[in-house]
């Protein structure tokens, strides 16, 4: 079983950057593929960004594919997203999560998440 805590949300005006981190409890977290996901009010949740447990395979949505930058460091047991070039559309909460099954982009392949950090990006 792993623990997820996401930390770095906040406010930042368009163009911004944030990084998000998400901290794993366990001696398993390099076991894990991790993937970032997002929440905007009234939408559902929705994929961001996923990595391996290597670390080697990291995939984008299209939303974000040149603006966010997925990584891990799993001597930190964290896993981290950049955001660069931040527009209104990105705000939403941002969650964590945490599989076993493959590198995947549908929630509910993902067993473990975090309580999310929120993101607003203002115009």
């Known amino acids: 079983q792993v623990q997820l805590v996401e930390s770095g949300g906040g406010l930042v005006q368009a163009g911004g950057s944030l990084r998000l981190s998400c901290a794993a409890s366990?001696?398993?977290?390099?076991?894990?593929?991790m993937g970032w996901f997002r929440q905007a009010p009234g939408k559902e949740r929705e994929f961001v960004a996923a990595?391996?447990?290597?670390?080697?395979?990291?995939y984008y949505a299209d939303s974000v594919k040149g603006r966010f930058t997925i990584s891990r460091d799993n001597a930190k047991n964290t896993v981290y997203l950049q955001m660069n070039s931040l527009k209104p559309e990105d705000t939403a909460v941002y969650y964590c999560?945490?599989?076993?099954?493959?590198?995947?982009?549908?929630?509910?392949?993902?067993?473990?998440w975090g309580q999310g950090t929120q993101v607003t990006v203002s115009s």
């Open positions: 990595i391996s447990w290597t670390g080697n395979v990291p």
């Open positions: 366990g001696r398993t977290f390099r076991t894990y593929h």
């Open positions: 999560a945490a599989t076993r099954v493959r590198l995947s982009t549908l929630a509910n392949e993902y067993n473990y």
